[in-house]
């Protein structure tokens, strides 16, 4: 089976580039290096022993991404490609909007031509409604507060219209909860470029020495500790997770959304400590004031993928906080 890859230099696709091959998939990568280098590539052909073609291609360009499609049969995408900065995305919509669509569309428009029957999609828990109950299930209600939230929920919207007219073809959105960790190689990981936004990367360079305190932001929240609750998942377990999504999409047609996550939710002050413990380091923190825009508390109902993707994700806080470390150190 041969699969093209986009964003497959990323964070997230590069992790799932090492599970495809190792798994006997021919994978294609396509990546602009937006938000990533060859350091990835490199990465998972070394982890893997394995080549693949590797297209440095802006997937809005509609005859460049014509062109690989021309150039090779494919059975399936997985259509990582796409800009995530929450913040960045409020302060250029439209760079988010034009980036995120627009190659999702020129990927369906040559799906259709091309008769590549299968996408999976990286969707996002930001499509949800920052008012909904926990835990999350796939038919809680959608809406978003930034345009990133949206472009993913405007690109599930092309891919359901999509699915609905080629009855033969399979789109699996993927909605993600907090990936966090890396490869237990080191080779690749989580390379955010600045200062990061996410805890996980900022905790990570906070150990190495590169900011001075871990900001904690808000510990009045109606939860055990204060802080803020989120559902962390190993990008491994993230990245085993596509495997079970093109066994779906083999066997099935039409369009179909699952979150993925670990159904447990874990605190800010959890995740430092537990960091500090297996890793046998103190981290510096303090409490700074409630970021703008976040939720109290964000956790996936784990059930739909357990039931009908048969997915379950297997590592745990510790494993996450030491994968982070091996590779950030
Ligand atoms: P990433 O930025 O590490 O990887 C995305 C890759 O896409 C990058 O390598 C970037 O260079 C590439 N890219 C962006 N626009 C492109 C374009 N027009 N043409 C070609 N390549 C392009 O991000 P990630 O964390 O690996 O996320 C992968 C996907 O999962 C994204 O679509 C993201 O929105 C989604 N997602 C991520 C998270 C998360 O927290 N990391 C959570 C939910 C969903
Ligand atoms: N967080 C924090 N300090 C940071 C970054 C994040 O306290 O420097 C908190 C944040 O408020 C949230 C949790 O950590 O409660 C996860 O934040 P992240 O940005 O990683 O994920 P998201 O909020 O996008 O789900």
């Given at each position: 089976?041969?699969?093209?890859?986009?964003?497959?230099?990323?964070?997230?696709?590069?992790?799932?580039?090492?599970?495809?091959?190792?798994?006997?998939?021919?994978?294609?990568?396509?990546?602009?290096?937006?938000?990533?280098?060859?350091?990835?590539?490199?990465?998972?052909?070394?982890?893997?022993?394995?080549?693949?073609?590797?297209?440095?291609?802006?997937?809005?360009?509609?005859?460049?991404?014509?062109?690989?499609?021309?150039?090779?049969?494919?059975?399936?995408?997985i259509h990582f490609a796409g800009l995530k900065a929450v913040a960045e995305s409020v302060a250029k919509p439209i760079m988010y909007y034009e980036?995120?669509?627009?190659?999702?569309?020129?990927?369906?428009?040559?799906?259709?031509?091309?008769?590549?029957?299968?996408?999976?999609?990286?969707?996002?828990?930001?499509?949800?409604?920052?008012?909904?109950?926990?835990?999350?299930?796939?038919?809680?209600?959608?809406?978003?507060?930034?345009?990133?939230?949206?472009?993913?929920?405007?690109?599930?919207?092309?891919?359901?219209?999509?699915?609905?007219?080629?009855?033969?073809?399979?789109?699996?959105?993927?909605?993600?909860?907090?990936?966090?960790?890396?490869?237990?190689?080191?080779?690749?990981?989580?390379?955010?470029?600045?200062?990061?936004?996410?805890?996980?990367?900022?905790?990570?360079?906070?150990?190495?020495?590169?900011?001075?305190?871990?900001?904690?932001?808000?510990?009045?929240?109606?939860?055990?500790?204060?802080?803020?609750?989120?559902?962390?998942?190993?990008?491994?377990?993230?990245?085993?997770?596509?495997?079970?999504?093109?066994?779906?999409?083999?066997?099935?047609?039409?369009?179909?959304?699952?979150n993925l996550g670990t159904g447990r939710g874990v605190s800010v002050l959890e995740m430092i400590t537990t960091f500090e413990t297996v890793n046998?380091?103190?981290?510096?923190?303090?409490?700074?004031?409630?970021?703008?825009?976040?939720?109290?508390?964000s956790y996936t109902s784990p059930k739909k993928a357990e039931k009908i993707l048969g997915f379950k994700a297997k590592r745990t806080i510790e494993?996450?906080?030491?994968?982070?470390?091996?590779?950030?150190?």
């Open positions: 089976m041969k699969i093209l890859v986009t964003g497959g230099a990323g964070y997230i696709g590069s992790h799932t580039c090492t599970v495809l091959l190792e798994n006997g998939y021919d994978i294609v990568v396509a990546d602009n290096l937006a938000n990533s280098s060859m350091d990835a590539i490199d990465g998972i052909k070394k982890i893997t022993q394995k080549s693949f073609p590797f297209y440095k291609t802006d997937l809005c360009d509609e005859a460049a991404t014509e062109e690989i499609f021309a150039s090779h049969k494919f059975d399936c995408v980036n995120n669509l627009i190659s999702t569309l020129n990927i369906c428009k040559c799906m259709k031509k091309h008769r590549v029957p299968k996408i999976i999609f990286s969707s996002s828990a930001v499509v949800y409604k920052n008012d909904n109950p926990m835990p999350l299930t796939e038919d809680s209600p959608l809406g978003s507060i930034n345009a990133y939230g949206w472009s993913k929920f405007m690109c599930e919207q092309i891919l359901r219209d999509f699915a609905a007219t080629e009855t033969d073809f399979s789109v699996v959105s993927l909605r993600y909860f907090n990936p966090v960790g890396a490869h237990t190689s080191g080779l690749i990981g989580e390379e955010p470029s600045g200062i990061p936004n996410n805890l996980m990367p900022f905790i990570a360079q906070t150990a190495r020495g590169i900011h001075s305190e871990i900001k904690i932001f808000g510990n009045d929240y109606d939860t055990p500790d204060g802080t803020g609750i989120r559902d962390y998942i190993h990008v491994m377990d993230l990245a085993e997770g596509h495997m079970n999504a093109i066994n779906f999409a083999n066997k099935n047609t039409g369009f179909e959304v699952f046998g380091l103190k981290l510096p923190y303090s409490i700074a004031p409630r970021r703008a825009g976040d939720l109290p508390v494993d996450m906080c030491r994968d982070t470390w091996n590779f950030r150190r």
